[in-house]
């Protein structure tokens, strides 16, 4: 028996409130209507199928808002680098530039997979198009290694072959420029990809950073060269392609937890302390979680009492998925499986022969988790 994606306030229920609707006026109909939007405006939670969508879409406008600020801010930083880089023909100015330009064409296929996360559900993809945001992802990746590549390449031809630097005092404006820009853009976007739990966009974030302070290694750079060492601007080149790898290392560990659906274990153990707060729950079984896109499915076994019938056993899946959405705030999605206390015989032992390892199939157990 499962409870899965419940729909609350008699919304799939047979009870037909049209029918019992019809005996009454059209100005108490209003009355009713007006006073359940009421109600729903001063209600702090709402799990319905409609509040779901309203929620996801939200999400999904907010990391678009995200993207396009933070586009149009790292456009201007990397037009006023390039304008300095053409005068100066500072090396390590035009990695900064060109992981500057990296960083916001990034915003384009994250800005695709937001959009893409927005359709509903088909029989092809009956998770929905949320995993749009990890592949986004990935393409984030392959945007900062290409940045680092192209980088060190510059850093270790103007090695080779030596060039002057000039318009030193641009150069470093243009470094300081680079650096506010970009850790802005950072926090905004860290801030807003972790509250709606998009790790593409927390990359991108991490992503920015790392370019916050690779543009103050311009000014290292440029103090070099002032002194007189030709050598320090393709040096210091090179270490931005290093710090480059270094957020590289960060943000390919975030997409590929992503992709390899991994999750925080304290979400895990929050579920079985909510479920096992429930009343009716004996114990807890396997708990398992899965990110799409920045929205949290959930699949869970409980155990009640053998005696209950399957209505009243039904009534407390639906309790334990109502408790999970107050327990994990990007829950849009849980299927609550229910089991019962030891009778006769396991009524899971058809089920053996279909697994790997029956030995070790979970089980839930009373009390347990």
């Known amino acids: 028996m499962k409870g899965k994606q419940h729909a609350h306030h008699g919304q799939g229920r047979p009870h037909g409130r049209a029918g019992a609707d019809s005996g009454h006026s059209p100005g108490a109909s209003r009355l009713r209507r007006l006073r359940h939007r009421l109600a729903h405006l001063v209600t702090p939670h709402g799990h319905e199928a409609a509040d779901k969508a309203d929620a996801a879409m939200e999400t999904s406008r907010e990391g678009m808002r995200t993207l396009w600020v933070s586009l149009a801010v790292l456009g201007i930083t990397t037009l006023v680098q390039g304008v300095i880089v053409a005068l100066s023909g500072s090396v390590a100015l035009l990695g900064d530039t060109v992981h500057n330009a990296a960083?916001?064409?990034?915003?384009?296929?994250?800005?695709?997979?937001?959009?893409?996360?927005?359709?509903?559900?088909n029989r092809r993809y009956t998770y929905g198009y949320g995993r749009a945001e990890d592949l986004a992802g990935v393409l984030v990746v392959a945007a900062i290694a290409a940045s680092a590549v192209l980088t060190a390449h510059t850093a270790v031809e103007r090695l080779l072959n030596p060039r002057d630097i000039t318009h030193l005092w641009a150069v470093s404006a243009a470094a300081l420029v680079g650096f506010a820009g970009n850790e802005w853009v950072a926090r905004y976007r860290i801030r807003t990809g972790r509250r709606i739990g998009s790790a593409a966009l927390v990359a991108d974030g991490l992503h920015a950073r790392t370019d916050g302070f690779t543009s103050l290694a311009v000014l290292l750079g440029a103090g070099g060269t002032a002194l007189g060492r030709r050598a320090a601007d393709p040096v210091v080149g090179l270490l931005i392609a290093l710090a480059i790898l270094m957020v590289l290392k960060d943000a390919a560990r975030e997409v590929c937890r992503r992709l390899m659906d991994s999750v925080d274990p304290g979400l895990v153990a929050a579920a079985h302390?909510?479920?096992?707060?429930?009343?009716?729950?004996?114990?807890?079984?396997?708990?398992?979680?899965?990110?799409?896109?920045?929205?949290?499915?959930?699949?869970?076994?409980?155990?009640?009492?053998?005696?209950?019938?399957?209505?009243?056993?039904?009534?407390?899946?639906?309790?334990?998925?109502?408790?999970?959405?107050?327990?994990?705030?990007?829950?849009?999605?849980?299927?609550?499986?229910?089991?019962?206390?030891?009778?006769?015989?396991?009524?899971?032992?058809?089920?053996?022969?279909?697994?790997?390892?029956?030995?070790h199939t979970a089980r839930p157990a009373v009390g347990g988790c």
């Open 103 to 121: 960083d916001a064409l990034t915003a384009l296929p994250l800005g695709i997979a937001f959009l893409l996360g927005r359709r509903a559900a």
């Open 273 to 359: 302390t909510a479920l096992r707060g429930v009343d009716g729950v004996l114990g807890t079984g396997a708990v398992r979680m899965r990110w799409v896109g920045h929205a949290l499915r959930a699949e869970a076994d409980i155990v009640v009492g053998p005696q209950l019938t399957v209505v009243q056993a039904h009534r407390i899946a639906v309790a334990a998925e109502h408790a999970l959405m107050h327990a994990l705030p990007r829950l849009t999605a849980a299927t609550v499986h229910v089991d019962h206390t030891p009778v006769e015989g396991d009524p899971h032992a058809v089920l053996d022969h279909h697994t790997a390892h029956p030995a």
